[in-house]
Every structure is written in structure tokens, then in C-alpha cells.
T-cell receptor, first 118, second 115 residues
């Protein structure tokens, strides 16, 4: 089955630094990837849709300059949390649909990245 | 706008007993409906989906869900629960047409299966 690999699984960084999270589709091509944020005991909040070769589409209220998304290839999307602050601490999860572009195909999720900003 | 309601934050059930995790949805037109399971500090795993056709959908690990259009519900069920089923379960919906790629998730239901 489709596998989405996310790295790192956890990261601790100091306030003011930037952190990059990678999301890879291992056995399929993903023209679109989705980045979610999950707060403790809460649902997933869609942050942005990453589009290969073009700009990401951000959800309302998500700062584009804060959460930089790059989708440089059909198998890799990255999320960079810039100038991280403690309130950015969260669980970030990426996902992709296989086959891509098919509305009824399920999302496949990475294992998530636990970000802690001190 | 589409939405999903999972009215129970937690469901407790004894191993071997049937379990039900409730989900109701609101969407314009016909829905795509999904159930996902999440284990601690992990991403979500797909369990099953409803697109069209038979209202009873069977999925992974013995789970099934019943689509009820009149009640706008998609409850997750399993005839005999296992301790290993203990996890966080999410219901999700997107419209059949329109709505872009956005999948809307419920707030999740923590399932606890005890011996």
C-alpha cells in the first residue's frame, strides 16, 4: 500500500530558530500533499495544501511566512517553521492521496512530527 | 461548509463486546465519508470509506460502518472488540462534488477496550 514517510518524528528547538519537516511519498507520486496540525486531544487542522511545482494554498488564519511550504518534486514536500516560538509546539502531520487527483481515494498519513519549542 | 460531529470524547467497552463509535456529518450534496484510527504519537491510518452503493461498508481489522442518509450518520462498529483496538478514532467527510481537496475531521473519539 501507499506509504508516506515523515521526518523527523520529533524535534526540540530553541525559540527563534527554524525547523524543517520532510514528507515523502515512498511508492507513489503525490502532486498534492496536505499539512495538518494537531493539538493535544483535538482534531486535525488543515494548515495548507502543497502543490508540486506551484505555490501552496494556505487555510485561513495560517501565516504563510511562518509556515513555509515547498513541494519541489512529486515525492517530497517540506514544511519549515520559521522563527519558532513555544506556541508553535504541536504535532504536525502530512498526508497525500493515492492515486492522486482522485477525490474518493483515502489520504495516507505520515507518522507525524512532534515539535517542541523551548 | 462541511462539518463532522463525534459526540463522544471517549467510549469504554469490554473486550469481546460489540462497539460503536458515533459520527454525524453535514455537507452540501452527497458525501464521501471516512474513518481513520490514530495510535499515540503516530499519524492516522485509513480504516474504511463510503462513496456510493451498499450502506454497510467493511474495512480493516474487522471494522465496519453504516451510512444512514436520513440521519446523516456514519457510525463505526465492530462485533467483538479487542484490547488492541484501543486508540483514537476520527470520522471525516468531504463533498462528492466541489469542496476542493479539503477533508474535514471530527474531534475524535478515544476508544478504550478493557479486559
Amino acid at each position: 500500500g501507499a506509504v508516506v514517510s515523515q521526518h523527523p518524528s520529533w524535534v526540540i528547538c530553541k525559540s527563534g530558530t527554524s525547523v524543517k519537516i520532510e514528507c515523502r511519498s515512498l511508492d507513489f507520486q503525490a502532486t498534492t500533499m496536505f499539512w495538518y496540525r494537531q493539538f493535544p486531544k483535538q482534531s486535525l487542522m488543515l494548515m495548507a495544501t502543497s502543490n508540486e511545482g506551484s505555490k501552496a494554498t494556505y487555510e485561513q488564519g495560517v501565516e504563510k511566512d511562518k509556515f513555509l511550504i515547498n513541494h519541489a518534486s512529486l515525492t517530497l514536500s517540506t514544511l519549515t517553521v520559521t522563527s519558532a516560538h513555544p506556541e508553535d509546539s504541536s504535532f504536525y502531520i502530512c498526508s497525500a492521496r493515492d492515486p492522486p487527483g482522485t477525490a474518493n481515494s483515502p489520504l495516507h498519513f505520515g507518522n507525524g512530527t512532534r515539535l517542541t519549542v523551548t | 461548509a462541511q462539518s463532522v460531529a463525534q459526540p463522544e470524547d471517549q467510549v469504554n467497552v469490554a473486550e469481546g463486546n460489540p462497539l460503536t463509535v458515533k459520527c454525524t456529518y453535514s455537507v452540501s450534496g452527497n458525501p464521501y465519508l471516512f474513518w481513520y484510527v490514530q495510535y499515540p504519537n503516530r499519524g492516522l491510518q485509513f480504516l474504511l470509506k463510503y462513496i456510493t452503493g451498499d450502506n454497510l461498508v467493511k474495512g480493516s481489522y474487522g471494522f465496519e460502518a453504516e451510512f444512514n442518509k436520513s440521519q446523516t450518520s456514519f457510525h463505526l462498529k465492530k462485533p467483538s472488540a479487542l484490547v488492541s483496538d484501543s486508540a483514537l478514532y476520527f470520522c471525516a467527510v468531504r463533498p462528492l462534488t466541489g469542496g476542493g481537496n479539503k477533508l474535514t475531521f471530527g474531534t475524535g473519539t478515544q476508544l478504550k477496550v478493557e479486559l
